[in-house]
């Protein structure tokens, strides 16, 4: 006899696990989570090592709902600390309060005068479409071409001109122009950005939260691989094994989930159009004291790192005492060797965020292959076209790669909560 349940979950990340969670709080316990490793979490695992926790590279709680914090605050109780950011650009020899654009009095008199004079030239009428022009029409051509264009290149891989600005309201602050330029004589008068303040575990790491969550659910499988999707006959193969279900919620990587689909010719082919921007992270650990923040990022072309953070900086327990904890991205593009290892080193030396006198510890690479779903000008159609196509047969997408965006944790637990609601109906 076939298994059999009402709703099967793909991926126990933390949209999955929310979704589950949700489904149980109304009174739903017909459902099966699969996860392919041997622990949940997805990239919002956390591990030990030597004394130090690591996660996979930055993980920090926004949140913005009154429902966000008390779902967390519930899950974590005390295990929580409220951080308040301490991030910077690195550009031309010096340390720039992020965000730039409402902090050109830091900048070279020959760069901020410049972005200043760009600023108040009229740009174009028509609403931007690309983040190229986005950024110049928000904070002019000047901070285009010293921050917006070398950052982003570096981040996404492709010129801003080839990316959408669908993504970028709720990421990047937008000061007026007016602040832009008083920004040139004077330190703003309030911190910009989503992420002035965010929470994060005393222990434990990210993962803290999806070890707290997981205790909640009743239903999960491990090392449970899917290798096929049949939405027609509504059967998946896991593991070899043959499983029917009514419903399905997908929080894999779109692309990656488009593929396993059975007799959907035009799905798979819509997945080759998803593309993504890989992240190359390394980890080290070093011995010794020196200047804490929580990240800063990176826009020339001699480093060849976008961010760097401080993963000691968000709790004394990620680290020993007098040792402190980096975690630095790369283009997915760039290939670990011993080179690049001593390169990132020389650059971290250079700019003081190492000393001489640290000793390191340790240190290890992480491939991140789909960190960022990339924005290109395929993108939203795509996605929109897989989603309409999906519903339809009771199949749903969820979470940061569910539906190939870029958004936050407390994305992620809400869309849990939202698919929840619409399955139980």
């Given at each position: 006899?076939?298994?059999?349940?009402?709703?099967?979950?793909?991926?126990?990340?933390?949209?999955?696990?929310?979704?589950?969670?949700?489904?149980?709080?109304?009174?739903?316990?017909?459902?099966?989570?699969?996860?392919?490793?041997?622990?949940?979490?997805?990239?919002?695992?956390?591990?030990?090592?030597?004394?130090?926790?690591?996660?996979?590279?930055?993980?920090?709680?926004?949140?913005?709902?009154?429902?966000?914090?008390?779902?967390?605050?519930?899950?974590?109780?005390?295990?929580?600390?409220?951080?308040?950011?301490?991030?910077?650009?690195?550009?031309?020899?010096?340390?720039i309060?992020?965000?730039?654009?409402?902090?050109?009095?830091?900048?070279?008199?020959?760069?901020?005068?410049?972005?200043?004079?760009?600023?108040?030239?009229?740009?174009?009428?028509?609403?931007?479409?690309?983040?190229?022009?986005?950024?110049?029409s928000?904070?002019?051509?000047?901070?285009?071409?010293h921050?917006?264009?070398?950052?982003?290149?570096?981040?996404?891989?492709?010129?801003?001109?080839?990316?959408?600005?669908?993504?970028?309201?709720?990421?990047?602050?937008?000061?007026?122009?007016?602040?832009?330029?008083?920004s040139?004589?004077?330190?703003?008068?309030?911190?910009?950005?989503?992420?002035?303040?965010?929470?994060?575990?005393?222990?434990?790491?990210?993962?803290?939260?999806?070890?707290?969550?997981?205790?909640?659910?009743?239903?999960?499988?491990?090392?449970?691989?899917?290798?096929?999707?049949?939405?027609?006959?509504?059967?998946?193969r896991?593991?070899?094994?043959?499983?029917?279900?009514?419903?399905?919620?997908n929080?894999?990587?779109?692309?990656?989930?488009?593929q396993?689909?059975?007799?959907?010719?035009?799905?798979?082919?819509?997945?080759?159009?998803?593309k993504?921007?890989?992240?190359?992270?390394?980890?080290?650990?070093?011995?010794?004291?020196?200047?804490?923040?929580s990240?800063?990022?990176?826009?020339?072309?001699?480093?060849?790192?976008?961010r760097?953070?401080?993963?000691?900086?968000?709790?004394?327990?990620?680290?020993?005492?007098?040792c402190?904890?980096?975690?630095?991205?790369?283009?997915?593009?760039?290939?670990p060797?011993?080179?690049?290892?001593?390169?990132?080193w020389?650059?971290?030396?250079?700019?003081?965020?190492?000393?001489?006198?640290d000793?390191?510890?340790?240190?290890?690479?992480?491939?991140?292959?789909?960190?960022?779903?990339?924005?290109?000008?395929?993108r939203?159609?795509?996605?929109?076209?897989?989603?309409?196509?999906?519903?339809?047969?009771?199949?749903?997408?969820?979470?940061?790669y569910?539906?190939?965006?870029?958004?936050?944790?407390?994305?992620?637990?809400?869309?849990?909560?939202?698919?929840?609601?619409?399955?139980?109906?």
């Amino acid at each position: 006899m076939i298994p059999h349940v009402d709703t099967l979950i793909l991926g126990g990340g933390l949209t999955g696990l929310s979704t589950a969670y949700h489904l149980q709080q109304l009174g739903y316990t017909d459902y099966l989570v699969v996860e392919r490793e041997q622990e949940p979490g997805g990239l919002c695992r956390s591990f030990q090592k030597e004394g130090f926790t690591f996660d996979y590279s930055g993980h920090l709680l926004h949140l913005h709902t009154p429902y966000g914090k008390k779902f967390v605050k519930t899950l974590l109780k005390n295990n929580l600390r409220r951080i308040k950011r301490e991030s910077w650009v690195y550009l031309q020899n010096r340390w720039i309060p992020f965000p730039i654009q409402a902090n050109l009095y830091a900048l070279p008199c020959a760069i901020s005068h410049l972005c200043a004079e760009e600023l108040l030239q009229k740009g174009p009428s028509t609403k931007p479409h690309s983040l190229k022009a986005w950024c110049i029409s928000s904070f002019g051509a000047g901070l285009y071409k010293h921050f917006f264009r070398p950052y982003n290149t570096k981040l996404w891989g492709i010129s801003p001109a080839r990316l959408t600005c669908d993504w970028c309201g709720a990421f990047i602050p937008r000061p007026t122009r007016q602040e832009v330029l008083r920004s040139l004589t004077k330190k703003p008068a309030k911190a910009w950005g989503y992420n002035t303040y965010f929470l994060y575990p005393k222990t434990g790491g990210a993962g803290a939260l999806i070890q707290a969550l997981t205790k909640q659910i009743r239903y999960l499988r491990l090392h449970a691989s899917v290798t096929q999707i049949d939405l027609n006959s509504k059967t998946a193969r896991i593991n070899g094994t043959l499983f029917r279900f009514n419903k399905l919620v997908n929080t894999l990587p779109l692309p990656q989930f488009l593929q396993l689909l059975k007799n959907a010719p035009e799905l798979r082919k819509l997945a080759l159009a998803l593309k993504a921007a890989p992240v190359l992270v390394y980890q080290v650990a070093v011995k010794g004291k020196g200047k804490k923040f929580s990240w800063i990022y990176f826009p020339d072309k001699k480093d060849p790192f976008f961010r760097v953070g401080q993963q000691s900086s968000f709790s004394p327990e990620n680290a020993p005492k007098g040792c402190r904890s980096f975690y630095i991205e790369l283009p997915g593009n760039l290939r670990p060797t011993k080179t690049l290892e001593k390169q990132i080193w020389n650059s971290l030396l250079q700019k003081g965020i190492i000393t001489e006198y640290d000793e390191k510890l340790f240190s290890f690479w992480q491939k991140l292959p789909t960190a960022y779903a990339l924005y290109d000008f395929k993108r939203a159609s795509v996605v929109q076209a897989v989603l309409s196509k999906l519903e339809k047969q009771a199949c749903y997408l969820a979470g940061r790669y569910g539906k190939w965006e870029y958004s936050f944790m407390e994305t992620s637990i809400l869309q849990g909560r939202e698919i929840a609601k619409k399955l139980i109906g």
